[in-house]
């Protein structure tokens, strides 16, 4: 047989040609994902040039720096690829600022109100601007990346999120009301980085080895024990006893920090039943990867709100959704059916 | 007239002879004071060898070096002064570990479980104990230090203090419950440490000028306005509307600060009255010196707490006390009557 003839009627996905590149910017890393025509990532890059740590000299020419050691290959052999991106990129400190469009925001929206830069070479990249909400009756709250990945969750699973409550964990963590298809209201949480600083720069950090490595019942039990002491919602009063549990040697240092994270995640949950962004029995979609996540969906099922889907990093689906929405590529075929298992509540 | 019959038939402050060295010795500083037989400071010195900032080569060594260094000339002048120290000296990464003795607590308690170091020159050093509130229904909490101020306002005002709560803002403040001229509970907030932390190394620093100088009445506002934010206590999401409100220009960079203190400091007053320590109309005390003092009084009246009494440092009053109540100096004549003006609440 002519193994010309026998090539697959499709090509292999390694194979596919690039149709988009898109950029998941953040302060801290960026990430480049090269997408087909039919919204697959064919190929990703991680780089440290998040946009507080950009390559010499900074500024205008650190982006562009960052941007071609990312990603400059894919688009000298494919010159005119159209280029998006999402998340602190477009901030004030950003490459250029994307302001924050106002709740309700859907995918649409963002195509709308996106920014633009182009670069020395001539590559036109969009950028999607966050969100903000600001009831009349309260403080704003903003998000900037999280949208992108909201739109990601909705693309994969359109009918079942179409009116959902989501929970991304993380530095900031957001909870977020989606109600057809947008994006209605959120809340967002300090406590990845309260966990960070107090880790490291308070206290409670002292009686914590540098590289605890705890049995793990007791790591889970330390953290349940966090987790139910946080339901009185007194936080700074309520953190001291990760120092006083240490000191008292109630709990061993190596899992100290299992119950600060419980802490603060059940502060969180507390939280956000106070604010009505959770309530028992109300269902909540999980977005986020790793670690985290999995505190969070344990953290979830033992405060009795039902996880119905954990979804991991949906920021290329939303990237990819938010180049659909601008016009830069194609709706593709056949994307319409649920790609992720939402399971009922 | 001959001027030497003319000399007061008591020498004055400055020439009264030293009857005690009273050290409050803590984390990042030590201060030393040259008492007389009826209690008044003489002299004061302050320096930088807190226990963790200890002269080289640390250790016992640094302890001995920074004592000497503070006040070796008096005990030189006078040998066989008694000297008595408080606070984080006697923890367990102090000069000698004095463990915390259990409420309810006074200064007798804290006399009969003192601990005792002796200097290489034979100097003996008695260091007061914590205090440890362990209740059977929560989490244990632990006082260093305040357990002297507390007994320096006692002295002070022994009969209108006798039954009184009493608040010292600080790094870690405390809210204390005294019943019959005893520590019968208390409960410590994070607020100072988690004010320092997160302008330092929080995202919410960022906003904020290295040196504001705001309008005393913006300032005011700010402070006002970010206590009652706080009223929801969701404090890991009331933190992030110090960034919004920020970005959004709704308050200048410069009244950051004081929003963000009057969150936290807010959070603290909501959060005692949860836990039952502090109630509307139930009058206390103030302990504390300077800014952070006045803050919390205007906090307090705000929120309408009244406060009877804001008292300065107690810690010589305190110290005193306390090596009386371990013999080492006697009872002073005529010091029974209120020496502080507690107003009626």
């Given at each position: ?13 390694d194979?596919?040609?690039?149709a988009?590149v898109?950029?998941d910017?953040?302060?801290s890393s ?8 039919d919204?697959?990532?064919?190929e990703q890059?991680?780089s ?9 000299p900074?500024g205008?020419?650190g982006?562009?720096r960052?941007?071609?050691e ?6 000298a052999r ?5 280029v ?13 600022e ?9 995918t ?6 996106a ?8 590559v036109r990249?969009l ?9 009349a009756?309260?403080v ?6 999280e949208e992108?990945?909201?739109?990601g ?8 999120l179409?009116r959902?409550?989501?929970v991304?964990p ?6 977020v009301e ?6 209605v209201?959120?809340?967002t ?5 309260l966990f ?8 409670l950090g ?10 793990p019942?007791a ?7 966090g987790l139910?002491?946080?339901?009185g919602r007194?936080?700074a ?6 120092r006083?549990l240490?000191?008292?040697r109630?709990?061993?240092g190596?899992?100290l920090e299992d119950?600060l994270?419980g802490?603060l ?8 039943r ?5 309530e028992p029995?109300v269902?909540?979609v ?12 344990e953290?979830l ?15 290329p689906?939303?990237l990819?959704?938010?180049a659909v929405?601008?016009?830069l ?9 649920e ?7």
């Amino acid at each position: 047989m002519d193994s010309m003839t026998t090539a697959p009627a499709f090509p292999p996905p390694d194979r596919a040609a690039t149709a988009l590149v898109a950029l998941d910017w953040g302060t801290s890393s960026l990430r480049a994902f090269a997408m087909s025509a039919d919204g697959r990532v064919l190929e990703q890059r991680d780089s440290a040039h998040g946009i507080l740590n950009l390559p010499a000299p900074g500024g205008i020419a650190g982006f562009e720096r960052a941007f071609a050691e990312a990603c400059g290959d894919w688009l000298a052999r494919r010159p005119g690829l159209p280029v998006v991106a999402g998340g602190m990129v477009g901030s004030a400190q950003g490459w250029k600022e994307a302001p924050y469009v106002a709740t309700p925001a859907d995918t649409a929206t963002l195509a709308t109100r996106a920014a633009a830069v182009t670069t020395a070479e001539g590559v036109r990249i969009l950028i999607a601007p966050g969100v903000l909400h600001d009831p009349a009756d309260g403080v704003p709250d903003v998000m900037r990346g999280e949208e992108i990945q909201i739109a990601g969750a909705l693309v994969r699973a359109p009918r079942a999120l179409r009116r959902s409550r989501l929970v991304l964990p993380g530095t900031h963590s957001k909870w977020v009301e989606v109600v057809d298809g947008r994006i209605v209201r959120f809340a967002t949480f300090m406590t990845g980085e309260l966990f960070a600083i107090l880790r490291r720069h308070s206290i409670l950090g002292r009686l914590m080895p540098e590289a605890a490595a705890p049995e793990p019942d007791a790591a889970a039990a330390a953290f349940a024990a966090g987790l139910r002491a946080a339901d009185g919602r007194v936080l700074a009063h309520d953190l001291f006893a990760v120092r006083t549990l240490g000191l008292m040697r109630r709990l061993s240092g190596d899992v100290l920090e299992d119950y600060l994270s419980g802490l603060l995640i059940g502060h969180e949950l507390a939280g956000a039943r106070a604010l009505g962004a959770a309530e028992p029995d109300v269902p909540v979609v999980l977005i986020g990867e790793g670690r985290l996540s999995r505190r969070y969906a344990e953290a979830l099922r033992l405060t009795g709100i039902p996880v119905t889907a954990e979804l991991g990093n949906t920021a290329p689906d939303g990237l990819f959704r938010f180049a659909v929405a601008a016009g830069l590529v194609d709706e593709p075929q056949g994307r319409q059916q649920e790609t992720i298992d939402v399971r009922p509540a």
